[in-house]
């Protein structure tokens, strides 16, 4: 692992800090919000977009959005170690999270890994600047845990050369709020498993597109239902290769679970671990064997994160890309997350108000295990693919 900075990695770091401090007005307070970047808690949820298209919109016109994309899709042709530098001043300042995540962070890495220049002209610009928000059409009812079984289906139009998808998928991010959405179909009749897979763009405006809010236990509603219904979809919004969707759409997971969160959340999280020992130290908490073990297990937890967030970096700066170390990120980030929550509500005791930052972050993160691939899913990645253990048996 090479642990320094170039001179010119210094200076951008500078840059990045100078612009950060100088426009945003932070949205936690840092004695007693407990909001991890990842889900925000929203009276008005519209509201809440609208305000969140505004600030992408005003850090994309400075360049801060999508920085490693080539320029002329709005980025700046970042490296990989400024790109992990910029996610970590950027949670370090308190800014909100981009509206756009899901376009930024999935939808822009697979079109610019498997999508044709006029795919990437016409889209990545209004992904950078929230002009179109994108979502994830990947899980279903009985496809979550193992996406390759989905049954949503792509069926050939004779009349225009494109599809015609017919399905329903689950747990869609800000569906309700989004324009378009990566969506994963079986496009060959009789296939199972990832064969026969193909990846499409969904339009989310398009007639026979349906969509639900699904209420979560923190009383929000950021997940849908999408049910899909004979919806057009062009030729020209077929990504990759027919029949390959499962490649592709396993460039969408790597970055989902492996190359923009990791260093993004190991800042938030020693936010929330300084918290945490400034209010145990405060209350006397830090007294309690139980407690002061949690923090030290949380501690430990984002050593490890930010070490491997290191070798990462290294292996990134070399020109090497994600792989399914990614869900050794996802898995540790799930538990870590986890455990850091249940130690936030020993540290409050049971003095503590029924309903608080805190309390709802200890709800939220019984998603952290089920999103963007569940636990269970990591490890049989990380027994298969990196330890080399035999295959589990699939029906």
Not at 31 to 60: M, N, P
Not at 215 to 226: D, L, P, R
């Amino acid at each position: 692992m090479d642990l320094s900075l170039t001179e010119t990695e210094q200076r951008f770091a500078h840059d990045v800090r100078a612009w950060l401090e100088a426009n945003v007005v932070p949205t936690r307070d840092a004695d007693s919000d407990a909001d991890s970047g990842i889900s925000e808690h929203v009276d008005d949820l519209v509201e809440t977009i609208g305000r969140g298209r505004a600030w992408q919109s005003k850090l994309a016109g400075a360049g801060w959005v999508g920085i490693n994309w080539p320029e002329e899709y709005g980025g700046r042709g970042a490296s990989p170690v400024e790109v992990a530098i910029f996610n970590a001043e950027y949670a370090r300042s308190g800014a909100p999270q981009l509206v756009n995540r899901v376009g930024i962070n999935l939808a822009g890495p697979t079109l610019l890994a498997h999508g044709t220049p006029e795919q990437c002209r016409r889209w990545l610009p209004a992904i950078v600047s929230a002009e179109e928000i994108w979502c994830q059409l990947f899980s279903e009812p009985g496809a979550g845990s193992d996406l390759s079984g989905l049954v949503t289906r792509a069926e050939p139009d004779p009349g225009t050369g494109g599809w015609r998808v017919s399905g329903q998928k689950v747990w869609t991010s800000y569906a309700q709020f989004a324009r378009y959405g990566l969506c994963l179909a079986r496009t060959e009749p009789g296939t199972t498993g990832p064969r026969g897979l193909s990846l499409v763009v969904v339009d989310m405006e398009a007639a026979g597109v349906e969509i639900r809010p699904l209420v979560q236990i923190t009383g929000e509603a950021e997940f849908n239902e999408v049910f899909l219904e004979d919806v057009a979809v062009p030729a020209g919004h077929l990504v990759g290769p027919a029949g390959q969707g499962w490649t592709v759409a396993s460039t969408t997971l790597a970055h989902e679970r492996g190359t923009n969160f990791p260093f993004k959340e190991e800042v938030v999280h020693e936010g929330y671990l300084a918290r945490l020992f400034t209010l145990a130290a405060r209350n006397g908490a830090l007294d309690d064997p139980d407690v002061s073990d949690a923090l030290v297990d949380a501690y430990v937890s984002l050593v490890v994160l930010r070490t491997h967030n290191w070798r990462t970096l290294s292996k990134l700066a070399r020109g090497g890309e994600p792989g399914p170390e990614s869900s050794w990120v996802k898995l540790t980030w799930s538990d870590m997350t986890q455990q850091m929550s249940e130690a936030a509500l020993a540290v409050e005791g049971p003095a503590s108000g029924l309903w608080g930052p805190w309390q709802r972050q200890w709800l939220w993160s019984k998603a952290a295990s089920i999103a963007g691939g569940t636990s269970e899913v990591q490890r049989n990645v990380i027994g298969e693919r990196i330890l080399g253990l035999p295959r589990e048996q699939r029906r």
